[in-house]
């Protein structure tokens, strides 16, 4: 693919320049560049400004060599983008995408009143997918994956995270990252891998939390940190599930190995002390935060742990959402992310989540678009490489249908994205408007 790409006549080109997450306040300032441009050459972002400028200055160079015509190898692809909106992919920091089989009937039971714990509890909930995701083949988790990853696509997502933690034993725990390594080669999402083998304790080892932290240091951990299986190393802290102190244990180790520390923090019970483990661990992102402290919050800000928020769990959970407007007010980086999974969010939708932070979190539309693109690539440390059109980031861009970025969270719950362009070639959306076409006037 040739990876070149001009779009021009923005209305607004929404870059959310940086480089570094975004604390508090900065989260704010999205730099728009009115009636912008856009120039990505062989993947890479060349050259943003107004459109006219970005014309004149590179206008000769893309004549000469692109040689100004379609039937030219490396002619870009010209994108008209009057009247519509562009902004960088979305970076999707939070979902467990691979897994088999579904729990649609312990929805069922969570509208009659049951609780997500409840029926983790007696092995519903995650233990029904780790059976499941042991049981299906590897062409069966990768059709799934994949076409889950096209829905992501078409919610304006060009890189995703994604978790392992559905086998908790070391084969289904490695084919899972193996089947995320072989999408992220073959489908036009990146997805970045985390290890979540300590997601939930194994009928074998109930009672023996201990020993199940030990075998999957010292069974598991070593093979995905060797073959470089995995970036990121994650566990579920939470009461009944795994402790402040076994996850400690894990996270250190993982962090010898070479793996960066990502948490599920304070999620339902308070006091778990998740967020201050997060900061004092010095990890990526602690995400969910549900029932996070006022210190845990202050912790994270001071060690620059992002904040990575899931409204749509808490949305589907019936929970309290988490706090992240006193979060953003206290100087923290904040990031949205899905948390697709088949249990507690089975969502991938970038629309809901927008309404979700801006309606009920008290997160406003600016924030909001911070917290999705360079702070979701904060989140996955990749906040120099995606997440802003900056000159020198990959060219994954998202064209909207509407004028301006204020459209996303008011046209609610549908999605707004018309093209997405990932490392400068088209992937999603069609070249031009087909009802736009002469022969239907
Ligand atoms: O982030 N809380 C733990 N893990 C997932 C849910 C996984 C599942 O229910 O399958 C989460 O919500
Ligand atoms: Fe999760």
Redesign the pocket.
């Known amino acids: 693919m040739k990876g070149n790409a001009l779009i021009k006549n923005a209305s607004q080109v929404v870059t959310c320049s940086g480089f570094k997450a975004k604390h508090g306040k900065e989260m704010s300032d999205l730099h728009i560049i009115t009636d912008g441009a856009v120039l990505i050459e062989e993947g890479i972002i060349k050259a943003v400004g107004k459109t006219n400028e970005i014309i004149v200055r590179y206008s000769e160079d893309v004549i000469n060599r692109f040689d100004g015509s379609s039937t030219s190898n490396n002619a870009p692809e010209i994108i008209d983008a009057t009247g519509k909106t562009v902004l960088p992919g979305f970076v999707d920091s ?1 979902t ?1 995408f691979v ?1 088999g089989g579904y ?1 649609e009937e312990e929805f069922s039971w969570r509208l009659r009143g049951d609780s ?1 714990m409840e029926i ?1 509890q007696r092995d519903g ?2 233990i029904s ?1 780790v059976n499941e995701t042991r049981k299906a083949t590897m062409r069966e988790l990768m059709n799934a994956g994949k076409r889950r990853l096209d829905s992501m696509l078409s919610f304006g997502v060009t890189t995703a995270e994604g978790k392992s ?2 086998g908790l034993d070391r084969d289904t725990e490695i084919r899972q990252l193996e089947i995320m390594r072989n999408l992220d080669r073959d489908h036009p999402v990146d997805v970045v891998r985390t290890f979540l083998g300590a ?1 939930a304790v194994p009928a074998d080892y109930k009672g023996k939390e201990d020993e199940f932290i030990d075998y999957m240091i010292n069974d598991v951990l070593p093979e995905v940190a060797q073959r470089n299986l995995a970036e990121f190393c994650d566990i ?1 802290c ?1 009461k009944n599930v795994f402790s402040t102190d076994q996850s400690r244990k894990l996270l250190t180790e993982a962090r010898k190995k070479g793996l960066k520390l990502k948490i ?1 923090a304070d ?1 339902i019970s308070p006091q778990m002390g998740g967020a201050e483990l997060a900061a004092e661990l010095d990890a990526v992102s602690a ?2 935060l549900l029932q996070a402290s006022d210190k845990g919050i202050r912790d994270m800000a001071e060690a620059g742990v992002v904040a990575t928020l ?1 409204p749509i ?1 808490a949305f589907s959970l019936k929970e309290p959402y988490s706090r992240g407007r006193y979060m953003i007010d206290n100087n923290c980086a904040v990031a949205l992310a899905t ?1 697709l ?5 089975f969502s991938e939708s970038i629309p809901l989540l927008f309404a979700l932070a801006t309606l009920y979190m008290d997160i406003t539309t600016e924030e909001a678009i911070t917290a999705l693109t360079i702070n979701g690539a904060a989140a996955i440390d990749r906040a120099d490489t995606i997440g802003s059109i900056d000159v020198g980031k990959s060219g994954d861009i998202v064209v909207l249908e509407f004028p301006s970025y204020q459209y996303i969270p008011y046209h609610i719950g549908v999605s707004t994205v018309e093209k997405v362009i990932k490392k400068g070639n088209l992937v999603f959306g069609t070249e031009d408007d087909p009802f736009d076409s002469e022969h239907l006037l």
């Open positions: 939070h467990h897994f729990r997500y983790m909930g995650i997918t933690g559905y997601h579920f939470e599920h999620e995400d969910h899931l769990t948390d999974n088949p249990g507690s969010c």
